[in-house]
């Protein structure tokens, strides 16, 4: 399964990266898209309250104003890890993106799906792809990890 991020979402999360907030506030959000058959298709992200964040209300009322799914989330500076907030059918086979803002090196993502098989756990997508633009032409941009 690929992750990918379309152009205007992936400029608003380096925008929100390079904000003076992101390390004290620790920022939170959903990823929005479509899931195709072997890619996640990221199309637009919202920050919403992390008391807020795994509300299963939250994620219905979003899904219906926005007119797309809740692929996953995104935090700044957390580790992926497997929290009992994540540990719920609502969660599975969503994508988790952490991305670190550790200067002077700059950005460092991150990006899990949570599983279920008797029980749940994080798995890596097979590549995370960003999509650039340069002019009229599109190109991606693709990370294995």
Known sequence: MDLIILHQPWEDLLLL???????SA????????????????VQKVAVIPRSRLFW???LVIMERQQQLQVL?????GREVRLSHHLQQPLFCEKVILSIK??????????SR???????FYLARPDRLLIEMEEGNDR???????
């Open 139 to 145: 190109k991606q941009s693709g990370f294995s990890h």
């Open 101 to 110: 803002t550790a200067r002077p090196a700059g950005l460092r993502f991150q």
């Open 56 to 58: 299963p209300k939250t």
């Open 26 to 41: 620790g920022l939170s959000g959903f990823l929005f898209g479509r899931k195709l058959v072997q890619a996640y298709l």
């Open 72 to 76: 996953g989330l995104f935090n700044f």
């Open 17 to 23: 990266a390079h904000s003076r907030q992101v390390p």
């Open 113 to 119: 799906i949570v599983r279920f098989n008797g029980r």
